[in-house]
């Protein structure tokens, strides 16, 4: 119950000081002006802390604190070359091992007005902070307890499904392991860790947009490897390719020239993958008894998704999450994870020891068959719906049989006309449907 307490609190928490004393003036030209030009300037009150593309050098005019010791902090990870001025031209200097760029200010020794200089590659966005010392403590040491649950949980996660990959064999689980990778990536990006290890921005800001590009990507992914598509699959899989092809390329635009149009554009084409998909997701599932509540789920996941991905950078955000609000929202997704780990490794097991049991009874009958010499033979209505239930192939039922025969690998390549290269593949994909690791493994299956 007090856990509840403590991650509703975290999302509601509203953290911020009154910002009417602090104006704003975007430079004009590409020189850096020193703090004896502001005085020509005029300065603009904040109506909005977020101007989305008009990205560039801004001027902030900080005219007076009441406290008589207080830290001041641009809380967003899109800025580069930030410092602080007072009105004699003296430099404050930043603080170190903080999230984001933070200045310590004692009114004693510094005299008002102070400029803040900051360059905004991306959005404009300025979140300008300014707390009393112990204020300040408090919400980092909130903020820091925060993270660690977050990225805990995640890891937690990760290792399980590393596990459940390394027992199953079953590739679902290394497709859930991507996808939890790349939340935490851009999450990472987004709480500026990496502020705390002296990152620069732009390497910042490269991760977060890998990250972004990696959710589009887990999602054509799906479509190719688990989607079932009843009418027009090469058509969808060529959209939803030709979708993340150019998100990649963008994406690789971004990184060498680190153009804003390139950062939205891979952000735009990797939310419109995750739409395609929940889409089509849904689509398949309009006759369960369900869709209503994964229609609300996934409503609720692509407006968040596209909140933080594109809106945000546009200036156009309607949630305007912190963050933290964000590690949150994806802990609840990464529960949901956590279930369907738990029903895809119940799943599997179950179908396992089920084929298990079915091949044996199978290969039993085989044996009495003594007047077909040719496994194909007796490829009865039995066989045929083993091999539809369990994907089965006929092919693996030929090798299957050998092997439980004590056949040399040589005899049973001679016998089914294959070449050494063709045995090795189809043994490999029979163990893995079986969930068995060697020859004696599948011997065992009609010794025991």
């Known amino acids: 119950m007090r856990l509840t307490f ?94 984001y760029p933070s200045f310590f200010i004692v009114n004693k020794i510094v005299k008002y007005p102070l400029y803040l200089k ?92 890998f990250g972004h ?75 369960t008894r369900y869709l209503l509540l994964m229609t609300t789920m996934y409503t609720l996941d692509i407006i968040i998704l596209a909140d933080a991905f594109l809106l945000h950078g546009l200036g156009a955000s309607i949630l305007d999450l912190s963050s933290l609000q964000l590690s949150l929202v994806a802990l609840v997704n990464f529960t949901l994870i956590a279930l369907s780990l738990i029903v895809s490794f119940r799943k599997i097991q179950g179908k396992t020891i089920i084929m298990k049991h079915q091949i044996k009874m199978h290969l039993e009958r085989l044996s009495l068959l003594d007047s077909y010499k040719n496994v194909q033979d007796s490829n009865d209505q039995y066989l045929e719906s083993l091999i539809h239930q369990f994907e089965l192939e006929n092919i693996e039922i030929k090798v299957l049989d050998g092997i439980s025969k004590g056949l040399t690998n040589e005899r049973i390549a001679t016998k089914y006309n294959l070449s050494t290269e063709k045995l090795k593949a189809v043994t490999s994909n029979l163990y893995q449907k079986l969930g068995i690791e060697s020859e004696q493994e599948a011997t065992g299956l009609f010794t025991s």
């Open 213 to 287: 590009f990696l959710v589009g990507l887990c999602a054509t992914g799906y479509v190719f490897k688990y989607l079932k598509i009843k009418k027009n699959k090469q058509s969808i899989q060529y959209i939803f390719l030709t979708i993340s092809s150019i998100s990649f390329i963008s994406m690789c635009i971004y990184w060498i020239i680190n153009t804003q149009w390139s950062f939205l554009l891979t952000d735009f084409t990797s939310v419109l993958s995750v739409l395609l998909l929940w889409s089509l997701t849904l689509y398949n599932a309009k006759n």
């Open 118 to 209: 900051a360059n905004f590659p991306l959005e404009a966005n300025f979140p300008i902070q300014i707390q009393d010392e112990a204020t300040f403590a408090k919400i980092e040491k909130n903020s820091l307890l925060g993270i660690g649950f977050f990225y805990g949980t995640a890891l937690s996660l990760l290792l399980a499904t590393i596990i459940f990959l390394i027992v199953t064999k079953n590739k679902v689980f290394l497709f859930y392991g991507i996808v939890i990778t790349a939340v935490c990536i851009s999450i990472m990006s987004r709480d500026n860790i990496l502020y705390f290890f002296n990152a620069k921005p732009s390497i910042i800001s490269n991760i977060e947009l």
């Open 6 to 99: 403590f991650i509703i609190s975290l999302f509601f928490v509203m953290t911020g000081v009154s910002q009417e004393s602090i104006s704003y003036h975007k430079s004009d030209t590409n020189h850096h002006n020193n703090v004896s030009d502001l005085n020509e300037v005029t300065f603009l009150e904040i109506e909005d802390i977020n101007l989305g593309t008009d990205n560039g050098i801004y001027w902030f005019k900080i005219d007076a604190i009441d406290l008589p010791r207080s830290i001041l902090e641009l809380q967003t990870s899109h800025t580069k070359d930030v410092s602080l001025y007072d009105v004699t031209g003296k430099e404050i200097n930043p603080m170190g091992a903080t999230r």
